[in-house]
């Protein structure tokens, strides 16, 4: 992504104060060289998990297949095997990936070629710079210290450089790929040595930024360098609220299915230009106490459900009180920016399955802390219908990859609906078997 988004709502008082102490850390004259981490540091992709991008290559691989299965199917189990035969004691690199993709679909040898070749542009295409990685990235600069990055994927140097400069961070010392040397993707804290050579100073004089504690922050350190924790979005996303735990407990099963890519989009740009400065969750808010983050995850995503209708009366005053609040209108125009800004009209062809979600959330379980941005828009009878206090959500662990069912659940998903009192016992009864075990 050549051009960045640039949205309305500043930084909280919270995030500018962790902002300017990273900085800070940044220009400490004891250092002499910066290393950071690619991705999630310095670059993110506009997906809440990774094979969503394999969607954008389902119309190009019907071309060359005529199987059932489809091609995120087909490449998710390529990666799989990938991982199993080589991570342990070597590298996974794009090109293992496709020689297995390659045995599992029997395409052609050109075929394959076309197919990396396409994702590559894909990843290039979507990536686009984390804000605060930027701005430590150019204090770095600014420092004149060496500055080193770490990138530890399986896309090959052509594609990390192409994606490096149009985000922005072209002014590099150095790349680090762990993989170029030979460091078995098991070894996970293997670049640190490849980041102390490349440097050319003693450890001592290094800080390494990241988001991973244990491989990022904690291993440097006791390579006696210095380290600066930026964490991932998503996780902090997550972890600011109870809504995104609502949405899994609804759709455990099937959240990963291609009617809830929108859904899922969603979900990652809240996360990627909310929280790309840190910020943590508050009490009785699940949005970090901030109308226009209410605005974005609550309204926006109701702009990919068709001739949209409220459920209830109490939907259609939340929304019209809603509208009436700048900054929660604010944050709802960010959205549909940002949304066309990264994925032009592509997403809308998956429909919206899932996204009103949110709005039942704010309607049925928000906090008070949340209830109070809007409750003063609301008529009287509105707001006394509204103002009682909240009742719990149920809220399932938030997974990072797909949840499978096993033969026992797909066999209560035929003979007794989810919901029904028969299938609330039969789910007791699983449940007490598997704590016996």
């Known amino acids: ?15 500018k104060e962790l902002t300017e102490k990273m900085i800070r850390e940044v220009s400490r004259n004891d250092h002499a060289a910066v290393s950071f981490r690619m991705w999630d540091t310095l670059v993110l992709l506009p997906f809440s998990q990774p094979e969503d991008l394999f969607l954008f290559m389902e119309d190009d691989f ?4 005529t199987g059932e299965k489809t091609f995120t199917e087909l490449r998710t189990e390529a990666q799989r095997a ?47 710079p984390r804000k605060t990685g930027k701005i430590l990235f150019d204090k770095a600069k600014y420092c004149r210290n060496k500055v080193i990055v770490v990138s530890d994927s399986y896309y090959p140097r052509d594609v990390v450089v192409k994606i490096l400069c149009d985000c922005g961070y072209g002014e590099y010392s150095s790349i680090v790929i762990p993989s170029e040397s030979s460091i078995p993707d098991s070894a996970a804290t293997g670049f640190i040595d490849l980041v102390i050579k490349k440097s050319g100073v ?3 004089n290094i800080l390494h930024i990241g988001s991973d504690l244990i491989n990022d922050v904690e291993a440097p350190i006791q390579r006696g360098m210095k380290a600066l924790l930026l964490q991932s979005v998503l996780p902090l996303m997550i972890k600011s609220g109870r809504l995104r735990g609502f949405v899994e407990e609804k759709h455990l099963y099937d959240i990963d299915e291609k009617q809830f890519m929108a859904l ?24 970090c106490g901030d109308e226009y983050m209410i605005g974005f995850i609550i309204l926006g995503p109701l702009c990919f459900i068709k001739d ?15 509208e009436k609040n700048k900054k929660i209108t604010d944050g709802r125009l960010d959205f549909e920016k940002m949304l066309y800004h990264h994925f032009g009209d592509f997403i809308g062809k998956y429909g919206g399955e899932g996204c009103q979600l949110a709005l039942e959330f704010l309607e049925k379980h928000s906090y008070i802390g949340d209830r109070e941005k809007i409750i003063p828009f609301l008529s009287d009878k509105g707001s006394k219908k509204w103002g009682r206090p909240e009742s719990e959500p149920k809220l399932a662990p938030v997974h990072t990859k797909p ?3 096993n033969a026992l659940q797909k066999l209560a998903d035929r003979l007794f609906p989810e919901g029904t009192k028969v299938r609330n016992l039969t789910d007791d ?9």
Do not use: T, W
Request: charged share 30%.
């Open 1 to 15: 992504m050549n051009d960045d988004f640039v949205p309305a709502r500043p930084d909280s008082e919270m995030q």
């Open 62 to 65: 019907a071309m060359y297949y």
């Open 82 to 128: 990938a991982e199993k035969k080589f991570s342990l004691k070597g590298n996974v690199s794009l090109e293992k990936i496709y020689d297995i993709f390659m045995k599992l679909s029997g395409v052609s040898p050109a075929c394959r070629e076309k197919l990396i070749m396409r994702e590559c542009d894909l990843v290039h295409h979507f990536a686009f």
């Open 202 to 204: 003693g450890a001592e």
């Open 264 to 287: 899922r989009c969603a979900f990652a740009l809240y996360a990627a230009y909310g929280f790309d400065a840190p910020q943590n969750k508050l009490p009785k808010s699940d949005f």
């Open 308 to 322: 949209f209708k409220p459920q209830s009366d109490m939907q259609s005053e939340l929304i019209a009180a809603m």
């Open 403 to 405: 949840v499978r069912k």
């Open 429 to 437: 009864i699983l449940a007490g078997k598997k704590r016996k075990k």
